[in-house]
């Protein structure tokens, strides 16, 4: 079929055959002239159930545009009647195959797997489940010497929502789709009526495994499908440290080589949070694997980045958490018992942290640290608002135990007593203790500073945490001077482009939002979203933390149509990619809700208003920050809707959370009284509204600075009521300071 034609393109030769097609190269002839990869049903092979599913791939590949992912570029029939598409051409090098043959080491090996997690991000975005990923079918390029992966052959994959799904792909066949050494236990039962989403995670796991230890978890080779259904249902494998010491010694010696490493440094390597992510994969039961393959993918840079990875094995984890769940009361009792009993095992504790950090571990103390240090870990965890959602309170009284065990026992041990103060310190700051936080973060960062044992990354996560504290805190120039220490640091180190400069560039371009310098907020939030876009995919949940960013400085400057757009976009992501409960979600329905309200949309607001305050009630204790924030949206709401009395009592509601968690001079206190002061306005309590305007604007002068906006407007407001009480001199001077800000600003 060389010397063929197909439509405008000239068939130059065969690149490959798979079980229903023949994949060519051919040179487009016109409109442009461009060399292609052309797909075309083989002879004899045109069935109804083959040309559906080839239609099937077709249509997949239609609307996906990712640039790891080969691009459709037409389609059509041949003369004989035969379906074909075209793609772009990707000639390249298997991804195991490249990885060895270049000798990357570990983590390069991750860096590259992130992306091959972005593409597949993608496809499940567009309702695409490939079903077949392997190595072969991940081709890696290299333009510009740099490897870019491009996922291929979409061929068997289901198209969710589409009209040819199951029905015509596999009920009337009965067979089995995909390749079995990469399946999983639920794809391999065939009646696709089980499969979703996780099942490529599973695959994706498979892959992770043999890039990391030159081998597949079960290895099908021509064994017969009936015991590929047993063992994928019933058989545990290795984790990949395990794995790799049953190889024989020159195996061993040989996957090491082509890691660029040696077989004892390479176990030790996997061994601890790489067996970790690739078995969280690799569960038959899929409602624990990762929910999407960005999980996977921010699970990979959480390990690149030497932080504390989600993944946790079953038995210590999976088995504790129900606990809680089933014995609430007496959780906290029980746990800070425990605690006391692990205070004793300090020494294996301080041995099993420096494992994971690939510090010195001598095997004596290797034995007894894991489950230790598993187990205390895991128990700081269950204080995080994400993971327990709901046992705040209690968990709050394991953490300030385990605090002060941390201060007064782990001394002698500074790298461990530093990362562990950062782990409590950010669960702290969750549960809104920004007091507790503080001193935690900030002996943290003193000690690293004054050991110098702290690598780079570990000294400028320090400092962003410590950063985001202060804004918390509304602290805001100290918050400045730590994020650009950090942002230098990470410049110096990674160089102007590195995926983690986003995270600092973001902070501060709502940092400079929550000043007042728009175009340095601005700057800084595009960016830190060009930076994470080119680096995660359009549909990462990083990029949608970026996206609200984005719309609520567009909400301040005034742009609304732009700000909801962006913010639309950015609640629908995190909507597909986290749990309906996160809290994130909620921060999505409450900026949204905030742009309509504004508008005056207040029956648009309320429903996304109210959605924020039950996902903050459920996961937040009663009067967590976040808490009297969604409490004070709704005051916000009745004011504008008439209801003073309502809007009142939520304003005095928040206003006392507020002060009681943040103190009586942080900018969000002023926020709930100056809702206040206009309520009691309306209601002619002028003297009480008085007062709190000044309040006001005494809070934000010395939060903010004499000529931000935020206080222009208060002297507004203050101006206002002195008038309508007939006080027009005393109004004058307010009015006049507030019109030289708005100019100044102009």
């Not at 400028?460 to 918390?472: G, N, P």
Request: charged share 30%.
């Amino acid at each position: 079929m060389t010397s063929e034609r197909i439509g405008p393109y000239k068939i130059l030769q065969t690149l490959g055959e798979g079980g229903m097609g023949v994949v060519y190269e051919a040179e487009q002839l016109e409109p442009v002239r461009r060399r292609v990869a052309l797909k075309v049903i083989r002879l004899g092979m045109d069935t109804k159930q083959i040309v559906a599913r080839f239609e099937i791939e077709r249509q997949a590949l239609a609307v996906m545009d990712h640039p790891n992912i080969a691009r459709v570029l037409d389609a059509g029939v041949t003369e004989d009647g035969r379906p074909y598409f075209v793609m772009e051409l990707v000639k390249g090098t298997p991804l195991t195959e490249y990885c060895d043959t270049h000798k990357l080491g570990t983590r390069e090996r991750l860096d590259l797997f992130t992306h091959v997690c972005g593409a597949v991000q993608h496809a499940h975005q567009k309702g695409v489940i490939h079903r077949d990923l392997k190595p072969s079918n991940v081709l890696i390029t290299s333009p510009d010497g740099t490897p870019v992966p491009k996922v291929i052959d979409f061929g068997i994959a289901k198209a969710v929502g589409y009209e040819l799904t199951d029905r015509t792909l596999i009920t009337q066949l009965g067979q089995m789709i995909g390749t079995p050494d990469y399946m999983s236990p639920e794809q391999a039962e065939m009646s696709g009526l089980d499969v979703d989403t996780r099942t490529d995670i599973y695959s994706l796991g498979v892959m992770l495994y043999e890039l990391l230890v030159g081998t597949v978890p079960l290895n099908f080779g021509g064994v017969a499908i009936a015991a590929i259904h047993t063992a994928l249902r019933e058989t545990d494998p290795p984790t990949p440290s395990s794995r790799l010491t049953t190889l024989p010694g020159d195996t061993q010696h040989a996957v090491a080589k082509y890691r660029h490493t040696d077989p004892a440094s390479l176990k030790r390597e996997l061994k601890g949070d790489l067996d970790w992510v690739v078995m969280k994969c690799l569960e038959k039961d899929r409602t624990r694997r990762y929910e999407t393959a960005s999980g996977l993918a921010a699970e990979l840079v959480r390990y690149l980045r030497d932080e504390p990875v989600l993944a946790r094995p079953p038995s210590a984890a999976y088995r504790m958490k129900k606990w809680v769940r089933r014995h609430r009361a007496g959780a906290a009792a029980t746990l800070v018992a425990l605690l006391a009993i692990v205070g004793g095992a300090t020494a294996a504790l301080t041995g099993m942290l420096r494992a994971q950090r690939a510090e010195i571990l001598t095997a004596r103390e290797a034995a007894t640290a894991r489950q230790v240090s598993d187990f205390l870990i895991d128990l700081f965890e269950v204080s995080d608002p994400s993971e327990a959602r709901g046992n705040e309170v209690r968990a709050r009284e394991i953490l300030d135990v385990g605090a002060e065990k941390i201060r007064s026992e782990l001394g002698d041990q500074p790298a461990v007593q530093t990362r562990l103060m950062r782990t409590m310190a950010i669960v702290y700051q969750k549960l809104g203790l920004y007091g507790e936080a503080d001193d935690l973060l900030a002996t943290a960062l003193r000690r690293a500073r004054e050991t110098q044992r702290a690598e780079r990354a570990g000294l400028e996560s320090l400092l962003v945490d410590l950063a985001v504290l202060r804004v918390d805190q509304a602290r805001y120039p100290e918050a400045e001077s730590l994020y650009l220490e950090a942002l230098e640091l990470r410049r110096r180190t990674h160089g102007d482009e590195d995926l983690g400069l986003a995270t600092i560039y973001s902070n501060l371009g709502s940092l400079y939002r929550r000043l007042g310098r728009s175009d340095e907020s601005e700057e800084a939030l595009e960016r830190a979203l060009a930076v994470r876009e080119a680096s995660l995919g359009p549909e990462h949940a990083d990029v949608a933390r970026t996206l609200n960013s984005i719309g609520i400085f567009l909400r301040s400057e005034g742009r609304f149509a732009e700000a909801e757009s962006v913010l639309h976009r950015a609640l629908a992501i995190k909507r597909s990619v986290l749990e309906p409960d996160h809290p994130d979600v909620a921060n999505g329905l409450d900026n949204l809700a905030v742009v309509f309200a504004i508008q005056g949309r207040l029956d648009e607001a309320q429903p996304l208003f109210e959605g924020a305050l039950e996902i903050r009630e459920r996961i937040f204790e009663p009067d967590h920050p976040r808490v009297a924030g969604s409490i004070n949206n709704l005051a916000v709401l009745n004011k504008d809707r008439g209801r003073y009395a309502e809007a009142e009592a939520l304003f005095r509601r928040s206003a006392s959370l507020m002060e009681a968690r943040l103190g009586d001079s942080h900018p969000n206190l002023a926020n709930s009284l100056d809702g206040l002061a206009e309520t009691l306005a309306h209601l002619q309590r002028a003297d009480e509204a008085e007062a709190l305007y000044r309040r006001v604007l005494s809070i934000r002068e010395r939060a903010l600075g004499r000529e931000h906006s935020a206080v222009a407007g208060t002297l507004e407001d203050l101006a206002t009521l002195l008038r309508d009480s007939g006080r027009a001199e005393e109004a004058a001077p307010l009015q006049a300071r507030a019109r030289a800000i708005r100019e100044a600003a102009s």
